[in-house]
């Protein structure tokens, strides 16, 4: 099944105020990708809409966010039930630095309903860090119930490497990066791969813009039935979703 777990829409300041949940969902439906999350900064107040929006075009959604740590790296956050998704959210929300968002200078942060209607606004500037170590936010999340996987660990900014200078072990169900095998930020001519620790590696669009979407999926090794072991209208097993990831090239 083709996949994409790092997507962001009009709830994220960086990103369009025309990426609703309906939009993503039926641009990335067009592009054939048939299991996707949405993980906007700190927050899954969009993921309700999103849910709607996936299961009406046929796609198995996943729920999150890109929680920013206390060292400014970014981690992508999975949820398979909405509920537990919303709850982690709440106490995410609860610990970012409480800086106010200014709308004209960095950007909207509207949640909507299955209409595209704008419901809220969110208060604080949903990018800033929130109290919680990169050595925490792996077992937090599994309080949950959620998996967790590093974000763009090949990337110059907000990421393992350029935080911390390394890919640092966890409890992570997989490394994301821009391109496989991940290069070193730093261009050591001696050593240009990044040492991932034999953890399974995938690619995200990390859409910010409609044509964001569908622009870095890849293949998970599953079938809908065993994701949606209990129909296509219940939530897919983390079980079975940790698994097809485990099964994903590590180098």
């Not at 964001?212 to 949606?228: K, N, W």
Request: aromatic share 8%; proline share 7%.
């Amino acid at each position: 099944m083709l996949a994409d777990l790092h997507n962001h829409s009009c709830l994220s300041p960086c990103g369009s105020l025309d990426m609703s949940p309906c939009v993503l969902a039926e641009t990335a439906a067009e592009k054939k990708i048939e299991i996707l999350a949405l993980t906007d900064h700190n927050s899954s107040l969009n993921c309700p809409a999103f849910d709607y929006h996936c299961k009406r075009v046929g796609i198995i959604p996943l729920y999150g966010m890109e929680v920013t740590t206390q060292e400014e790296i970014h981690v992508v956050t999975l949820f398979t039930v909405l509920e537990a998704a919303m709850t982690f959210s709440e106490y995410i929300y609860s610990i970012i630095t409480p800086f106010l968002n200014n709308p004209e200078k960095t950007g909207d942060q509207v949640y909507v309903d299955y209409d595209d209607d704008i419901i809220g606004e969110v208060e604080y500037f949903l990018p800033n860090a929130a109290d919680i170590s990169v050595n925490t936010i792996g077992l937090k999340a599994q309080e949950f119930n959620g998996i967790v996987i590093p974000a763009h660990i090949d990337r110059p900014a907000f990421s393992m490497t350029s935080q911390l200078g390394v890919v640092v072990q966890g409890p992570w169900a997989a490394m994301e990066c821009v391109r496989i095998p991940p290069l070193s930020i730093f261009g050591n001519l001696a050593s240009p791969l990044l040492d991932t620790y034999n953890y399974p590696l995938i690619t995200g669009s990390d859409a910010h813009y409609i044509e964001h979407i569908g622009r870095r999926p890849f293949s998970l090794d599953i079938t809908a039935e065993e994701l949606l072991p209990d129909g296509p209208e219940s939530s897919a097993d983390i079980a079975a979703l940790k698994a097809a990831l485990d099964r994903r090239p590590r180098e």
